[in-house]
């Protein structure tokens, strides 16, 4: 959860908008997110007063711009949030910076606003939540096969869990050391975009 400071006043902040100069890593936005709500963007905290992947409390979210509750925005905006109060503070606000030793770049509480278009790279895919066998279809297979086709693989059924996605799945899981199973669970889905390209991908 996001730690208290007093706010900061936004007539006090003189700041440029554009382009980071360097913000974290799309790895280090992702450990953070499962240390403090495993992941889920519409997760509320036991106490009620920390919402969403970030775990903003309200003042912090209104401070960088956010409206309603964190937990019922859009990954999209989450994510933006998250980058602009970086951008202002620093890793400082969340208690798990600390906890996971997150290093501040030139861009920490630069207090240069970043655009949407800044934070789009943060972005993984939401884990759907289950684990795909042979046979199975969903919609958000799609999405994993449409990332791995960056790789070169060349799938015949479109959300569908076919031979080419067995062979995905098990190159992927050789390549980042996790156990192959074929079964395209959390750890599996996440390394598609985290994790290290499959054996023989050539750029």
């Known amino acids: 959860m996001i730690t208290r400071l007093p706010l900061v006043v936004a007539a006090l902040l003189i700041v440029c908008a554009g382009v980071a100069a360097a913000d974290p890593a799309k790895l280090d936005w992702y450990r953070l997110r499962m240390c403090e709500s495993t992941d ?11 919402f969403g992947a970030y775990q903003f409390d309200q003042a912090t979210w209104a401070s960088v711009g956010g409206t309603g509750l964190p937990s019922q ?13 970086y951008r202002m503070r620093g890793w ?4 798990c910076g600390g906890k996971l030793g997150l290093t501040p770049d030139a861009d920490a509480a630069s207090r240069r606003i970043p655009t949407p278009t800044d934070a789009a790279y943060i972005a993984v895919p939401v884990w759907p939540g289950k684990v795909y066998l042979a046979g199975d279809c969903d919609p958000p ?11 070169g693989y060349v799938f015949a059924s479109a959300g569908c869990y076919d031979g080419a996605t067995r062979q995905a799945v098990r190159d992927l899981q050789a390549t980042n050391g996790i156990t192959v199973t074929g079964q395209l669970g959390r750890l599996t889905w996440t390394a598609a975009w985290l994790g290290n390209p499959p054996a023989g991908y050539r750029p």
């Open 40 to 50: 889920n963007y519409t997760a509320v905290s036991p106490d009620g007063k920390y």
């Open 73 to 85: 925005a859009s990954p999209a905006e989450q994510d933006y949030r998250a980058l602009y109060l």
């Open 92 to 95: 400082q606000p969340w208690e």
């Open 141 to 151: 297979l799609r999405t994993w096969q449409q990332r791995m086709a960056t790789f």
